[in-house]
């Protein structure tokens, strides 16, 4: 695996190094060794499938307030999709700042998004499925979120989305 800080701290993309041979290829995609080994210690609790149909699809901006905060690491295994991490972490450096990359099947690349940093998602294709690793276990009753369009970032979406929850499309603004 190959650790890339982004431009906020914590957020980190993984890529997958396959060992390519006539049967086709082999990748590790997550080792709490070798994550602890590159400065960033993760062992998920959980593990779970966002599977969307539908092209341009949003979900997001979502989190778990202190003290219910997860680590996520996040990865496309079918389909492509815009993954985006808002730092909303008081006192950061990069507090109100955005990152995004784009995750698909092809690629093999994960974003790993620390406690306190809202995460979501645009699918650029059809029938793209999303996994999450998470640690801690998601605590039920705690889920928080911000506009995905909110001015204060400024996130810069690739499209429009054309499917969008109530939930998600009625989060307010921050004011962190």
């Known amino acids: 695996m190959r650790f890339t800080k982004t431009a906020i701290a914590g957020v980190i993309q993984v890529d997958a190094e396959p060992f390519a041979d006539e049967r086709g290829a082999f990748a590790r995609l997550q080792c709490p060794d070798e994550f602890a080994k590159a400065g960033f210690p993760f062992t998920p609790a959980q593990t779970s499938l966002s599977s969307n149909p539908k092209a341009f699809t ?3 901006m979502h989190y778990q307030p202190t003290p219910h905060g997860e680590t996520k690491l996040v990865r496309a295994v079918r389909g492509r999709i815009f993954d985006v991490a808002v730092d909303l972490r008081r006192g950061s450096p990069t507090h109100w700042q955005w990152v995004a990359t784009d995750l698909s099947a092809a690629n093999q690349r994960a974003l790993l998004i620390p406690e306190g940093v809202a995460h979501g998602f ?8 999303v996994l999450y690793q ?5 605590t039920p009753g705690h889920e928080a979120g911000v506009r995905w369009n909110d001015p204060a970032f400024g996130i810069v979406w690739p499209a429009e989305p054309s499917l969008i929850s109530a939930r998600d ?7 962190g």
Do not use: K, N, V
């Not at 645009?122 to 499925?129: A, K, N, R």
């Not at 499309?169 to 004011?175: G, H």
């Open 58 to 60: 949003l979900r997001g």
């Open 122 to 129: 645009l699918t650029m294709e059809p029938d793209s499925d």
């Open 134 to 138: 998470i640690s801690p276990a998601f």
């Open 169 to 175: 499309a009625a989060y307010p603004d921050y004011r």
